[in-house]
């Protein structure tokens, strides 16, 4: 079915109708096609014929209730009274109306209507059954979003995308159904929805018109485009997306990589039912490496010998091959920093310096397990207690408890916990005092670039490596797992250090994500 509009769904709400038209007028500067107005954003009355002048492109009229996500403050009569003014005016092409009251607003001119459903709880069991009820109602496009709980909530949405008779957007809110809204094209969704304003808070998991310009590929998203992603808890700081995306586009491969949150405890759930997608290949962090390794059918050496994996890829026969691109990067990072520090002296081997490593999960196992092979002198220390002495024990070193890190002397500190990451960007794993000047501090987050620990230890006259030079590295090995081409370093260090400045995530507040709203908006509306 062709709609004649864009792909992009861009929802716009807001309290005022001057801001209405000003984010009107923005969002098709910005290339928006298909705008839906959230009518029950307005504080006041609303107007038609104020908005009507600014009108570009298809508009869909949405006036949605308090039980369905939305904020319209009245009884059920004036809110329906408010859709069929909305369909009469001339100013809407298309009108949203939930499932239960689609059967009296009957169809009117032109107007084509979606007939949704939405549950901000949960995905029903009973999803299945509601769809084809909805099946039978008038209408145009059939819209469903659920909240997904687990991964078998995307997995059973994904099933119902796929099979729908009928023009389908159907997806679940959320961080763990995000995907979901991407695969909706992948298998016939005839649009997807999208934010322009991101901090409006319109909905769980919804990207903003920004994010399809910069990060997801969603215009060309079709049946035959291949599936990759990043699975973790949290991945919502992940610069995966951005990265991937970037270098699957600039080497023309039909794929689109996406951010997969995965709870402890439910990856190996997770690769099982995203089968149905499927996925081939998995970007794995925190804190999934280790339950990673064990589904790798196959696996690359070091994955046997550190017990963890960040990389998955499906092999023909539908199994995983196993890989830790961290295991090389990390030495790699370390070891060009020696070169460039050395210039045309000696250049330090790692055989000569003792380093204190910071954590004993996936990324500090892999850095261990290199590090000893190089014969560096080890000291681990973590806030689990017999996690790194089973990891001190397996690569034949010292290790000391987390309470007297402070007391170890060392040449380089490696940083494998998340302390410091984004959003808790005010804290660091050390104490300040342990900085002395000529130590090289390692840390090995990357989002943001310059971390406390980064920014104190420069401030105190050590030599630093962050995490950005690390997760290239480590980033480009796995693309090379995923498509078979070997990407330029160069290149993907200059767009992650784009997407970190200061300047860039400035400009994307400003001008990216709309016009400052002194409106102090906020909403849970599902879309």
Request: net charge neutral.
């Amino acid at each position: 079915m062709s709609l004649g509009v864009d792909r992009v769904l861009v929802v716009i709400g807001r309290t005022r109708h001057k801001m209405v038209v000003v984010e009107l007028q923005e969002a098709v500067k910005r290339g928006a096609k298909f705008i839906e107005l959230r009518l029950d954003f307005l504080a006041k009355a609303i107007d038609f014929k104020r908005l009507t002048p600014c009108k570009q492109c298809p508009w869909v009229a949405t006036i949605r209730r308090p039980s369905d996500g939305g904020r319209f403050p009245g009884n059920e009569q004036e809110r329906q009274t408010i859709i069929r003014q909305a369909i009469v005016s001339g100013a809407f092409e298309w009108v949203d109306l939930e499932t239960d009251i689609a059967k009296s607003i009957p169809r009117f001119g032109p107007v084509k209507r979606i007939i949704s459903y939405h549950n901000l709880t949960e995905t029903p069991q009973d999803l299945d059954e509601i769809y084809a009820r909805m099946l039978k109602q008038d209408g145009d496009v059939y819209k469903l979003a659920v909240l997904a709980q687990s991964p078998t909530d995307v997995a059973r949405i994904v099933r119902l995308q796929k099979g729908a008779p009928k023009p389908t957007v159907a997806f679940c809110m959320g961080d763990i159904g995000q995907p979901t809204r991407f695969l909706s094209l992948k298998y016939g969704a005839p649009f997807i929805y999208a934010a322009f304003n991101k901090e409006r808070g319109i909905a769980p998991g919804l990207p903003s018109l920004a994010e399809f310009k910069t990060t997801y590929p969603v215009r060309s998203i079709d049946r035959d485009t291949r599936v990759f992603g990043v699975a973790g808890d949290p991945v919502g700081h992940s610069l995966g997306p951005l990265l991937h995306n970037h270098m699957l586009q600039r080497l023309k491969v039909n794929a689109v990589y996406l951010p997969f949150r995965v709870p402890r405890g439910l990856f190996k759930e997770a690769v099982e039912e995203y089968e149905e997608i499927p996925v081939e290949g998995y970007s794995v962090t925190i804190p999934h490496k280790e339950a990673a390794a064990l589904l790798g059918r196959e696996k690359e050496p070091n994955v046997n010998v550190t017990g963890a994996a960040n990389t998955l890829v499906r092999r023909d026969d539908g199994k995983f091959l196993a890989a830790n691109t961290d295991y090389s990067s990390a030495v790699d990072s370390i070891k060009a920093f020696l070169t460039q520090r050395a210039q045309d002296g000696p250049v330090a081997q790692l055989s000569q310096v003792s380093c204190l490593i910071l954590g004993a999960g996936g990324v500090a196992r892999a850095i261990a397990y290199a590090l000893h092979r190089e014969g560096t002198q080890l000291t681990i220390t973590s806030r689990t207690e017999d996690r790194s002495q089973r990891l001190a024990e397996e690569v034949k070193c010292r290790t000391v408890d987390w309470h007297a890190r402070h007391n170890v002397a060392f040449d380089v500190i490696i940083n494998c916990t998340p302390v410091g990451m984004h959003p808790n960007v005010d804290e660091a794993p050390v104490h300040f005092s342990v900085l002395k000047p000529g130590v090289i501090v390692f840390d090995t987050i990357y989002n943001p670039e310059t971390t406390l620990l980064i920014r104190e230890a420069r401030s105190r006259g050590c030599e630093t490596i962050t995490g950005v030079d690390m997760f290239v590295r480590q980033a480009a090995r796995q693309f090379e797992l995923f498509v078979g081409q070997e990407p330029d370093l160069a290149l993907m260090r200059g767009i992650v250090r784009r997407a970190l400045s200061p300047l860039t995530k400035a400009v994307e507040a400003t001008n990216v994500e709309g016009p400052v709203s002194d409106e102090g908006e906020s909403d849970k509306s599902p879309h």
